[in-house]
């Protein structure tokens, strides 16, 4: 077993001790090269890569994987991965579903997303406030080639470690109250290298990590 795989095993146990339900993973693949993705793919139950440039999605794409999209999406940018991504985590605005909808019908597809959630109210972060979460999926649900599956959430950056349950309690209390609506909702992502198991702790069922799996970027 490589080195990576072995990690991918030692954070499946971890997560193991920690959860309430089943928990997905999603490998981030930013800066990783393909033969390491496959490698993860190929070898554990790692569900996915998860891209979060445009330009690199492309470039790296490889049908022996699955993959999701993970970072913030330009709606002109949309045409370029709608055929090839199982799940966008990032939906954070009404012409971006709308441009999702309309590239997914195209396509021929009903395309699986994500709202993805600013949960310490950041400025310089895009995402869905909490409170405005309800009326926007709303909204989400209403479209016909796009289907509702969930919730995104990052912790606020520079958040203490002890702090991090604090704001994915609140995101899962959101999810939650989806779920009990929609009952297609069967994600929450959310946890990322540093802070999955306290996620996990909270109710997460995906997590998308790096560096725990990879190790620290070059
Ligand atoms: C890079 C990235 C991750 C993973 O970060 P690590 O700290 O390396 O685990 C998760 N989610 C998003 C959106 C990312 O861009």
Not at 39 to 62: H, L
Request: overall charge positive; glycine content about 6%.
């Amino acid at each position: 077993m490589s080195i990576i795989t072995n990690n991918v095993y030692a954070i499946i146990d971890r997560i193991e001790k920690a959860r309430k339900g089943g928990v997905e993973i999603i490998a981030a693949t930013k800066t990783r090269s393909i033969a390491e993705i496959l490698d993860i793919i190929q070898n554990t139950p790692v569900s996915a890569a998860g891209e979060n440039r445009v330009q690199e999605f492309i470039s790296k794409y490889d049908e022996r994987a699955q993959w999701d999209f993970i970072g913030q999406l330009q709606t002109n940018k949309v045409k370029y991965i709608i055929d090839k991504v199982r799940l966008i985590h990032s939906v954070d605005r009404l012409s971006l579903l709308e441009t999702i909808d309309k590239e997914a019908a195209k396509s021929n597809k009903v395309q699986d997303i994500l709202l993805e959630t600013n949960t310490g109210r950041e400025a310089s972060k895009g995402g869905l406030y909490l409170e405005d979460v309800a009326a926007f999926a709303e909204k989400a649900v209403a479209f016909p080639n796009v289907r509702l599956l969930g919730l995104m959430a990052v912790a606020p950056i520079n958040c203490q470690e002890n702090q991090a349950q604090r704001y994915f309690d609140r995101a899962y209390a959101e999810y939650a109250a989806l779920k009990a609506r929609y009952p297609q909702v069967k994600y929450l992502s959310m946890g990322m290298s540093n802070d999955y198991l306290r996620a996990v702790e909270s109710g997460a069922n995906l997590v998308r990590l790096g560096r725990a799996i990879f190790g620290e970027r070059k």
